[in-house]
């Protein structure tokens, strides 16, 4: 049965639908954090999760990268919809994945321009 929550909450952040979009097609390899992005990832988990919900920003930072590996793609893993090679950074569709492949394939045919539908009818009072 399909956890309709869960499904929401993968979709709900704009770098989980990009990745999921682009699993549809093929496995992704995401880049680790490097240079000073990945100094802040390993240093310490209570100054990650500080930097990553802070509105500063610290220009040296890859925040995609960092945001990725230590927020989006766990979550991702953790609910199954991924699987994900830390090692080799290889991300795959898990065994959940078919359940939002259904909302994937509407965003991607949005990405792409591919809407065959009409124009939107809106009702006149």
């Known amino acids: 049965m399909v956890n309709h929550d869960e499904v929401f909450d993968a979709l709900a952040d704009s770098h989980r639908r990009q990745i999921l979009v682009k699993l549809l097609s093929s496995?992704?390899?995401?880049p680790k954090p490097s240079g000073i992005s990945r100094e802040i990832a390993e240093a310490d988990e209570n100054l990650l999760r500080r930097h990553l919900s802070s509105s500063r920003t610290i220009v040296e930072v890859d925040e995609y990268s960092v945001s990725m590996h230590h927020i989006h793609l766990p979550t991702l893993a953790e609910n199954r919809f991924i699987e994900w090679d830390r090692g080799d950074n290889l991300v795959l569709q898990g065994p959940r994945f078919d359940e939002l492949k259904p909302h994937l394939s509407l965003l991607a045919e949005q990405q792409d321009g591919r809407r065959t539908e009409g124009p939107?009818?809106?009702?006149?009072?």
């Open 27 to 30: 496995p992704r390899y995401i």
């Open 120 to 125: 939107v009818v809106t009702h006149r009072k």
